[in-house]
Every structure is written in C-alpha cells, then in structure tokens.
C-alpha cells in the first residue's frame, strides 16, 4: 500500500528555521517525482514544485524559489521541505504528493496527509 | 503560465442532483487535465486524470470529459459524501490549479 506520511503541525515565530518530512513507503520511491502544495488558510491549492529523489532534480515555482529549498533522503524514502527564515505569511498546510506514471504522470495519485505550519511571535 | 478558471464558485444542490462543474483553461492542455475532491480538514484525493479517467476506487458516478481547453467534471447522483470542494489541476505546462468550486447542500 502506498502512503505518504507527513511530520506533525509545528507552530514557529519569524525568522525561525523549518525542515518538514514527507515519509513514503510501499512504491520505489526513487521512481517517481514528488510535489509539494501550498494550501493557506481557507484558500485553494498552490504548486511549489518538484524533486525526482533518484537525482534530486527539482523544479521550483518561479513564486517559491529562493523562499523553499526542497531535498530527499533516498535511504529512508523521504523528501524533505525547508525555509531559513520563516515568514508569517509562511502559515499554512503543506502537503507532498506524488506524481503516478504512465498516464497518471500529470496527476498527484498519493497524497501525505499535510503539515500545518503556524508563524506567529 | 497556464490559468485554470473554475466556475461556478459554489453549487448549491441536494442529495441525489446532478452536479455539473466547469474548468476552463488560458491555452490549450490537451488532455493533461486532473480532478480532485477535498473534505474539511482532510488532504485532495484524486477522482479523474487524463481528463475523463477514473482513479483507482473511484464510484462511477464521477466522470469527466473535455479536452482543450474545456473540461467538466459530473458527479450523476449526489451522495451525501460528495458535498466537498473540487479542484481541477493541469500540468500541460508548469502545474497549476484551478480556484476550486465548492459543493454544498441546499
């Protein structure tokens, strides 16, 4: 069974570091590229970007680069979500999900069950 | 970048109507067009891809058709259950998500 597991809801002041995990199992991990999703309170879904684990490519969103920095760990199957410096507007839920293969290669099939980050002094 | 418009904003409809949502693309994906549901509190969870495909254990009173530019996601019967938000998402160029139409009771 594939399943995305995601660290738990973590409340930081501004200018705090963060390095939130996204743990998989049940799928080769390495095969399959990993997106990550804003999702601010009450509003709708935002792509940041994506890494492929087997050679840490990434694609950020032009709206996330140099906020975000995206990394995976092959050995334990997990990806990884950073900031440096933590931004109250930086609050919201961040979900991984993975893009299927074949004709699902444009869609998010699994999806982790979010972080909620809280910024607030 | 390409921009997903979807309309109506809110559908108001009771248990066992037929919901009709629209998703409208800047430029042409294609077929690379993808439809989710989301539950209060809860993550998406994938209903169509490829634009009228069911994902795995999805009811087939979910369909989609469309292609282009023009898409549609039909639920034939509402259940209870489906009363939610939906999300169209493309991935013709970087990805992107539509506003989303949330389903409501009446």
């Known amino acids: 069974e594939v399943q995305l597991v995601q660290s738990k809801t973590e409340v930081k002041k501004p200018g705090e570091s963060l390095k939130m995990s996204c743990s998989t199992s049940?799928?080769?991990?390495?095969?399959?590229?990993i997106a990550w999703v804003r999702q601010m309170p009450g509003k709708g879904l935002e792509w940041m970007g994506i890494?492929?684990?087997?050679?840490?490519?990434?694609k950020y969103s032009p709206s996330f680069e140099g906020q975000v920095t995206f990394s995976v760990d092959k050995s334990i199957s997990t990806a990884y979500l950073q900031w440096s410096s933590l931004k109250a507007s930086d609050t919201a839920t961040y979900y991984c999900?993975?893009?299927?293969?074949?004709?699902?290669?444009?869609?998010?099939?699994?999806w982790g069950q979010g972080t909620l980050v809280t910024v607030s002094s | 970048e390409i921009v997903l418009t979807q309309s109506p904003a809110t559908l108001s409809l009771s248990p066992g109507e037929r919901a009709t949502l629209s998703c409208r693309a800047s430029?042409?994906?294609?077929?690379?067009l993808a439809w989710y549901q989301q539950k209060p509190g809860q993550a998406p969870r994938l209903l169509i891809y490829?634009?009228?495909k069911r994902a795995s254990g999805i009811p087939a009173r979910f369909s989609g058709s469309g292609s282009e530019t023009d898409f549609t996601l039909t639920i034939s019967s509402l259940e209870p259950e489906d009363f939610a938000v939906y999300y169209c998402?493309?991935?013709?160029?970087?990805?992107?998500f539509g506003g989303g139409t949330k389903v409501e009771i009446k």
């Open positions: 049940g799928y080769s991990f390495s095969s399959y590229w």
């Open positions: 490829d634009g009228s």
């Open positions: 890494i492929y684990p087997e050679d840490s490519d990434i």
């Open positions: 998402q493309q991935r013709a160029g970087r990805l992107t």
């Open positions: 999900a993975r893009h299927g293969h074949g004709p699902l290669f444009a869609a998010l099939d699994y």
């Open positions: 430029q042409s994906v294609g077929s690379y």
